[in-house]
């Protein structure tokens, strides 16, 4: 494939109507198209004329991107594990004001898809429980991560602690199936989600519903509500007091 690289901005367009900002025409140059060929990709992200073949499931990707507010114009936004940045440029494309993301390996993957799409958002390579922020983001995305962190509980509460007052948290993961109040430790057998990779990733927990909906309201969460299911996963919403 062929491109050509400019230094000028890129052109935009109104785009979506459902989503909150314009939508940037990427250029891209044939060394990109041979770097985003190069890399493994969890998400599926529009780069110019390619879509980067993620692993992930799409469909359960476009799910989990219709449950977050099609119109972020005026909003913070914080994306904990961020991964290859499909949320982040979400937020960003919607008119979200400041986009934070935070992972604790910051992947070529991201870096490529921030550059080529010359993107504000502000990646950051740090783990959750070391970030502070003094007024908290209106737009906590909290997806796919919970079950990889030793100490859940501690976890949301962490989320809560980064969810302004009257904001809102989006928390997605895997289930365990069953109507009880419980939460399953993996054994370690179990924990590797995929080998080979660096750093490991590890899974640690699998709740119920209701175990996962309790932990959500214990830390301070109201209004702690199902917005979808995929499968064995859920996606569940959870506002700031």
């Not at 935070?102 to 502000?122: F, G």
């Not at 922020?133 to 962190?149: A, M």
């Not at 997605?172 to 199936?177: A, D, H, I, V, W």
Request: glycine content about 10%; proline content about 6%; hydrophobic content about 35%.
């Amino acid at each position: 494939m062929t491109g050509q690289q400019t230094d000028t901005p890129p052109e935009t367009s109104p785009g979506d109507p459902s989503i909150g900002g314009p939508v940037k025409h990427i250029t891209l140059a044939p060394e990109d198209y041979n770097e985003i060929g190069r890399l493994e990709w969890c998400h599926h992200i529009q780069l110019g004329d390619v879509l980067t073949q993620g692993e992930w499931d799409k469909p359960h990707q476009n799910i989990i991107a219709s449950c977050i507010p099609n119109d972020l114009r005026g909003k913070t936004v914080l994306d904990i594990g961020f991964n290859d940045g499909y949320y982040s440029f979400l937020a960003e494309e919607r008119g979200a004001k400041k986009i934070t993301g935070l992972e604790i390996h910051y992947r070529d993957t991201a870096k490529l898809a921030h550059r080529l799409k010359q993107s504000r958002v502000e990646f950051y390579e740090q783990d959750m429980f070391e970030f502070r922020s003094d007024e908290g983001y209106d737009v906590v995305l909290y997806l796919g991560v919970y079950y990889h962190v030793v100490n859940i509980l501690e976890s949301f509460q962490q989320v809560y602690a980064l969810t302004a007052p009257g904001g809102e948290a989006y928390i997605e993961g895997s289930l365990l199936f069953g109507r009880w109040n419980r939460i399953m430790k993996l054994p370690p057998w179990m924990r590797l989600a995929k080998e080979p990779k660096a750093p490991p990733n590890l899974n640690f927990w699998i709740p119920t519903l209701t175990a996962l909906k309790k932990m959500i309201g214990f830390v301070g969460f109201e209004d702690v509500e199902v917005l979808s299911f995929i499968g064995s996963r859920v996606v569940v919403r959870g506002r700031e007091r």
